[in-house]
């Protein structure tokens, strides 16, 4: 497939609908070509691990990949993250998660066996960011949501660099849910409107590794991710 050369300054989703998967992959292929060849090999070799991990899963109507693509690039990109561990985590962010017994290399495999083949491969502060973005196991009589906001405080209390895949996740999750159909919109947005304060705390915090305009354009897609929760949950 053939790619117009403002593919590197094209909106994420422009190239999802247009170019699909192919697309993203060569905007993070682009993106990439700044670093030295042993870090782009690192770069494509998490691309490779979670294209592998993740090759049945899809997000509504597409790979689940381009999530993950769309992730590391806003990261490189918006974000102005040079940091390889940290690219290399947002790639990865979601492999210990969903498929931690293809991950560990056995079946009924713990977390911590799988974050441990993480380290083995890419680096234990790799497999650190990757942890303290991967939700726990909940406790099914206490409130999913809840929990969930809870270890996100918690968890990114202590890993600032962690706070910046997190907030790439959400805005592709949370801005992005105008891209979801059907019941899943309304179970999204009653999951994610109450981030909204939590995440602009966390990126309002003074250790928060990004720069001052930075933090001033994710503050916005917060705005907007709220503008659109209210919409579908506001007007039910």
Do not use: C
Request: avoid cysteine; aromatic fraction near 6%.
């Amino acid at each position: 497939m053939e790619f117009p050369t403002y593919i590197g300054t094209m909106p994420l989703h422009a190239i999802t609908e247009i170019y699909g998967e192919p697309g993203l992959r060569e905007r993070y292929r682009l993106e990439i070509q700044r670093f030295a060849p042993p870090d782009r090999d690192r770069l494509a070799a998490a691309l490779d691990l979670a294209g592998e991990l993740h090759r049945e899963d899809r997000r509504v109507r597409e790979p689940y990949v381009n999530h993950l693509l769309r992730v590391a690039i806003r990261i490189m990109h918006h974000y102005e993250v040079s940091d390889v561990d940290v690219i290399a985590a947002a790639v990865l962010h979601d492999t210990v998660e969903d498929h931690p017994d293809a991950l560990a290399g056995k079946d009924g495999a713990s977390t911590e066996e799988a974050v441990a083949e993480l380290a083995k491969r890419f680096g234990d502060r790799v497999a650190r960011l990757v942890e303290a973005v991967t939700n726990p196991e909940y406790d099914p009589s206490y409130d999913k949501h809840e929990q969930y906001r809870e270890h996100v405080r918690t968890s990114l209390d202590g890993e600032p660099w962690a706070r910046v895949i997190k907030l790439s996740d959400f805005t592709d999750n949370g801005v992005g849910v105008i891209h979801t159909t059907g019941p899943k919109v309304e179970r999204l947005a009653t999951k994610y409107r109450p981030m909204v304060p939590v995440l602009r705390e966390l990126v309002a915090r003074p250790d928060t590794p990004l720069s001052r305009l930075v933090k001033q354009h994710i503050a916005r897609h917060l705005d907007l991710a709220e503008e659109r929760f209210a919409a579908i949950l506001d007007g039910r």
